[in-house]
């Protein structure tokens, strides 16, 4: 087990390397790095200093080790617009966005996974055809446009829920969050409806598609012979073999719903990565959207790690492998 | 009773038609297709000729008449442009782009998937390494990143839509051709020494293609939403070539004070779109699935 | 002589597909008694698995039981209710299947699966299912129980693997076991050894036993009556002796020819022409018409079941009457 997850992390650090590597030559080597890294506001003289300054003169591979040892501390350029340093400003945002991320992911698993069920245990039902529809409607609609929709029957219309921003947070172990107050939890509810959609959806097609294919399985069958009630063979037998694929998928899907978050935040103005990023773009703060970039690859990367073990462990025949008889 | 013989794509068509709501898809993609290609010659008005607006007409309701006792259907936008004309022209250009995109991706796709089957070795590794990678990164990170790099405009999109798209295709030909490699007819053509050009498009190919028709529908409504959304966050195609996108996207302010026509009309046209498209899709993948078959 | 264990009386199951009704199990009768062992034989498609399921009530859609008694301990199992029958699997009846590596779940331990099949019938606590479960896997030879009911099932040989479908059998003491192929995964020596250890827990224990197979082979070493099936339709029955020695019907004693035997030497191996015919195009009259050398203008009506002797019944108009190895 400890070998196989210093494999894992050797690889990881790997492919940080390789997307290093990617990031650095789209920045320096495609990109203008004076453009990227300097501000448009400067002048001939503030650009020529600047351009010593940051050494942008020198051969590329020199220019690739700073930049390294540059991000190995932490260091990623200034912003423009705000003037400190970009990885502050992305950090600041970041449990923002995660909130926003986990919250969405748990009402995807938690609806998803027992319309799933339901769905494949009675493809034929009324019910059942109705939760399919569903789901196609569900990865169908854009989400910026269920955003929109939500907004103007909640908060137009109805005039229920705030229509933007976070509220007020609560400090939770040096963290801001929303949802341990009322009011916060009000302006949650509809960004996180928004983001969860489409993976709810995704984990309803799957858990059905996996719920179809484990009844036709022969484990199926000898726990009905052994007169088992239909409670204990869906519960039990059916839902332990379909959650391995499915805790896995989900938890790929985890980085998926992070970026995503991009287009749910501009709607609802939630203040996180996301939406500091778009706004970068359009001000062409290119310090920060490198930064953003570095932190969502290493993300994806931790991501695609845990999902790895945490497989290797659920699965008891990775996890024990062939014994001798 | 002996069941009558059907050609293949009979088959795939009556299967086809067995469902109701894949019929109702087909009938509804159709009526949209069919606005968009003709849009110029039926909309009610140019909404981007500037000699036909009249800023005085501008946010006015659904129904509402215009001075020149035009009836504005679907109401007006913040320029006084007439939505319904507006729907008609970005419908044209949101699908327009989309297709564009999927088909170039398509080909730059199936070409270096086919290649990497056929070729296997260190073809195939490096070509499914790089698939590999782009397809753990969600697209519109990708769209994204490679906007701010480039720049924006038309052929940007295109080619942000494309980068995104080319691995699916390129997977999905891969295991496909993958699979029908081993099989005899392979062996047998490749004995009789035909060009290598000609094994993989006249052998490999045809029968790829069922799984890559799936994906292809599936893809055209992703490069559609994709696109909107991009358009939507101010992104993607510029304000010369309105997509629905960005005509929702100017309707966002208005929706708080109650004017929700600039936004809802084209949404619910760019909705219909990609709805109609996933039902096909979804259809002709049960269709087309051999397992299902038996 | 008391009620047999198993009486099944006309069974007829049919699944109503798309192309067509497939009669699975056409007319079907015979008798287990207690502590005796049934070979129920067949090919693949003959309809004795599902003979096997009708009796255990597991026919699912577009299958059904639309005629006929399957009497268990005297009660007709088909007037149970699904809660009823639900009571009765595992418990009054038990089935082990052919492959114990898919029956068997592999993402659940072996006490796991051994303890809700005790608990699904019995209010006990799990200590005292657990060494239930622990007494069963040495009554069928396998060491080390303790550490065998932690472990998952891909941890095991086929079979050992076997041997604990046999044990989750036996667990709650069925009157039944339906055993669907269960050696036929398993390489010859086990499967001897475990064919020799079920016959000894059978008729220590009074428990009837219904062997579903293929093989003949297996039948002749195990079973104490035979019936064989050809297109959903007995067309011999009798006991294993009777049968093997004396086959009446045409296709019994293509079977059997057909088995190389040590005795015969450099003669070309008998074959029954053609193949078993389509369950949805099935000729009228003998379903064995086609394949058969004895067959006549007679044979397009449909032959009954005819009792030739006590417990001995063939389907044919023109029965073998010699003993095997004379010629005709």
């Known amino acids: 087990m400890l070998v196989y997850i ?76 705000f003037n400190v340093p970009a990885i502050q400003l992305i950090f600041e945002r970041m449990p923002a966005t995660l909130e ?9 698993i938690v609806l998803g996974i027992p319309l799933g069920l339901w769905a494949g245990l009675k493809p034929d039902s009324v019910a059942g055809k109705t939760i399919m529809t569903g789901s196609i409607l569900g990865f169908s609609l854009p989400t910026f446009w269920v955003g929109l929709m939500l907004i103007m029957v909640f908060s137009v219309w109805l005039g229920w829920l705030p229509s933007g921003g976070r509220g007020p947070t609560i400090e939770l172990l040096g963290v801001s969050v929303s949802f341990l107050s009322r009011e916060g939890l009000a302006h949650l509810v509809m960004p996180a409806t928004t983001l969860a959609l489409f993976k709810l959806s995704l984990v309803i097609r799957l858990t059905r598609a996996g719920t179809r294919e484990a009844l036709l399985q022969d484990y199926v069958k000898f726990a009905r012979a052994k007169g088992l009630s239909n409670a204990r063979v869906v519960g039990v037998h059916v839902l332990k073999n379909i959650l391995i694929p499915i805790v896995t998928v989900i938890g790929l899907e985890f980085g998926s719903v992070i970026a995503f978050a991009v287009v749910t935040e501009s709607v609802f103005a939630w203040p996180g990565m996301g939406k500091l990023l778009i706004e970068s773009i359009n001000a062409l703060d290119r310090p920060v959207i490198v930064a953003y970039l570095c932190i969502i690859v290493t993300l994806f990367i931790f991501i695609n790690l845990v999902v790895d073990v945490v497989y290797s462990l659920l699965d008891p025949r990775v996890r024990i492998g062939e014994a001798s008889a | 009773m002996m069941p009558t013989e059907q050609t293949p794509f009979e088959r795939v068509v009556s299967d086809f038609a067995a469902s109701r709501i894949a019929l109702f898809g087909a009938a509804l993609l159709a009526l949209i297709l069919f606005v968009a290609v003709l849009a110029p010659l039926i909309a009610p008005q140019d909404p981007y000729d500037l000699a036909q607006l009249d800023v005085m007409d501008s946010r006015l309701a659904p129904g509402s008449v215009a001075a020149t006792g035009k009836t504005y259907w679907l109401g007006t936008d913040d320029q006084g442009r007439d939505m319904l004309s507006g729907i008609f022209y970005g419908l044209r250009i949101s699908i327009g782009v989309g297709v564009a995109s999927t088909l170039a991706a398509l080909a730059i796709g199936l070409s270096l998937g086919l290649a990497a089957a056929y070729f296997g070795g260190r073809i195939d590794s490096l070509i499914m390494r790089i698939v590999d990678i782009q397809l753990a990164f969600p697209s519109i990170l990708i769209a994204l990143i490679l906007l701010a790099l480039l720049g924006q405009g038309v052929g940007k999109i295109v080619i942000a839509l494309v980068a995104v798209q080319w691995a699916y295709y390129a997977r999905t030909v891969r295991a496909a051709a993958l699979a029908e490699r081993k099989k005899e007819y392979i062996e047998a053509a490749t004995c009789l020494a035909l060009s290598h050009a000609r094994i993989v498009f006249r052998h490999l190919l045809p029968n790829c293609l069922p799984p890559l028709i799936v994906v292809a529908t599936v893809q055209v409504a992703a490069a559609i939403t994709l696109e909107a959304t991009l358009s939507f966050l101010g992104l993607g195609l510029p304000i010369t070539e309105p997509s629905l996108g ?3 996207s100017n309707g966002f302010t208005y929706l708080l004070s109650g004017k929700y026509w600039i936004s809802v009309f084209p949404g619910v046209a760019l909705l219909a779109t990609i709805v109609s498209i996933n039902l096909i899709a979804d259809r002709l993948r049960d269709v087309l699935n051999p397992r299902l078959q038996q | 002589m008391s009620a047999p264990t198993l009486q099944i009386e006309n069974l007829r199951t049919h699944f109503f597909t798309r192309e067509g009704v497939v009669k699975a199990v056409d007319d079907v009768s015979f008798a287990v008694g207690s502590g005796r062992i049934m070979g129920l034989v067949g090919e693949s498609g003959s309809g004795k698995s599902v003979t096997g399921y009708s009796i255990m009530g597991l026919i699912d859609e577009p299958g059904r039981i639309v005629g006929g008694r399957v009497l268990l301990n005297g009660a007709d199992l088909r007037g149970l209710s699904p809660q009823e029958l639900q009571g009765m699997r595992g418990n009054r009846v038990a089935m082990i299947f052919q492959d114990p590596l898919m029956s068997l779940n592999p993402v659940l331990r072996i006490d796991t699966q051994m303890i809700e099949a005790i608990q699904a019938h019995e209010p006990i606590g799990r200590r005292s299912a657990y060494e239930r479960a622990r007494e069963a896997l040495a009554q069928v030879g396998i060491a080390s129980p ?38 036929t995964a398993l390489d010859v020596t086990l499967q001897g050894q475990i064919l020799y250890e079920m016959q000894k827990l059978c008729r220590e224990s009074g428990t009837a036993l219904l062997w579903i197979t293929h093989d003949l082979a297996v039948v002749s070493g195990l079973a104490d009556d035979v019936c064989v099936m050809y297109a959903g339709k007995i067309v011999e029955q009798g006991s294993v002796d009777q049968v093997l020695d004396a086959p009446l019907h045409p296709y019994t004693r293509g079977l059997i020819e057909s088995v190389p035997s040590r005795g015969v030497r450099g003669r070309a191996l008998p074959q029954i022409p053609g193949a078993a015919p389509s369950m949805l195009a099935l000729p009228p009259g003998c379903a064995f018409r086609e394949r058969c050398a004895r067959a006549d203008a007679l044979c397009s009506i449909r032959p009954e079941l005819v009792s030739v002797d006590d417990g001995r019944a063939v389907r044919c108009f023109h029965p073998h009457r010699e003993p095997l190895g004379v010629p005709a």
């Open chain 1, 6 to 81: 210093i494999r894992r992390l050797m690889q990881s650090a790997l492919v940080l390397l390789v997307m290093s590597l990617l990031v650095f030559a789209g920045v320096y080597a495609i990109g203008n790095p004076v453009d990227m890294l300097i501000s448009p506001q400067a002048d001939q003289a503030e650009i020529a200093r600047l351009t010593a300054a940051l050494g942008l003169d020198r051969p590329l591979w020199q220019q690739y080790w700073a930049f390294l040892r540059q991000a190995a501390i932490g260091d990623l350029g200034q912003s423009f617009a």
């Open chain 1, 100 to 108: 926003l991320a986990t919250v969405a992911m748990l009402i995807a």
């Open chain 2, 246 to 248: 960005l005509l929702i």
């Open chain 3, 146 to 183: 303790d550490e065998r009911l932690r472990s998952y099932p891909h941890q095991f040989s086929g079979g050992m693997r076997q041997r604990v479908a046999i044990a989750i059998a036996l667990l709650n003491r069925p009157s039944l076991i339906i055993a669907d192929e269960p050696t």
